[in-house]
């Protein structure tokens, strides 16, 4: 014979029984709760694949940066390096806000990620226009020399613009070391190519003194350097001074 059922059994109150309908409307309580941990979620997410992009490109500016100062050692760096400045400060700003928790992240964190972004925009800006400003001066200052020896069927105006051709070819400033080093010595070919031309004669030992900022105005009274100078439309290169 069964055992009767216990005598609390019947007392059992109807709200303590779970349901599958009661358990489902515990789950849909929290639904809020949820949906606001998974936004949070998201935007953390979105931040760190924000922060993780600019941080790549920061690498890329300064190892372009690094190498321009490599290949032309000269070079004014100085717009570069307030960018790269400004970066810091925008990232730091940034920092502050993450560190605020999730309630600063929707709030706040909004604007200065908007400020990073043009920062590291702006620093990879600088860094292109310092290298093409860097390799339009050396096209400048030798192109119309090159142009100008070929005319005169010298030799040596072919070495120049063949030099001019593979530093035209820079368009980019380098990321890698490697790259550096061959865009160093693609420059360095233009100035050995002019530095042959003191072999050649009075006109090229003219030239190459006046490139150099070395040049006599005695050498002026010279018949065949006037003639060339004349020749070549190459007079607005000089640049006459009082030591």
């Not at 909004?110 to 226009?129: H, K, M, S, Y």
Request: hydrophobic share 45%; proline share 4%.
């Amino acid at each position: 014979m069964a055992s009767p059922p216990p005598d609390n059994a019947a007392q059992t109150p109807s709200s303590a029984v779970r349901t599958p309908v009661a358990g489902l409307r515990e789950r849909v309580v929290r639904f809020p709760a949820r949906r606001e941990e998974v936004k949070r979620l998201q935007t953390l997410e979105q931040y760190a694949k924000f922060t993780a992009d600019f941080r790549d490109q920061v690498v890329r500016v300064r190892a372009q940066a690094m190498h321009l100062r490599y290949v032309f050692a000269e070079c004014d760096t100085s717009e570069s390096e307030r960018t790269q400045q400004n970066i810091r400060s925008r990232a730091e700003a940034l920092e502050q806000v993450m560190a605020g928790g999730p309630a600063a992240w929707d709030s706040d964190g909004r604007r200065p990620l908007q400020e990073l972004r043009r920062a590291v925009d702006a620093a990879t800006a600088a860094v292109q226009r310092e290298w093409k400003r860097e390799v339009d001066d050396v096209i400048a200052k030798y192109e119309r020399l090159g142009q100008a020896l070929l005319r005169a069927g010298m030799a040596d105006g072919a070495a120049i613009n063949e030099a001019l051709g593979r530093v035209r070819r820079l368009s980019e400033p380098p990321l890698m070391e490697s790259e550096a080093r061959r865009a160093a010595e693609s420059v360095a070919s233009v100035r050995a190519a002019v530095a042959r031309l003191g072999a050649s004669g009075l006109v090229e030992e003219f030239l190459v003194a006046a490139l150099d900022g070395r040049a006599s105005a005695q050498d002026l009274r010279q018949a065949g350097v006037v003639r060339f100078l004349d020749e070549n439309q190459l007079w607005d290169l000089l640049r006459v001074s009082i030591r």
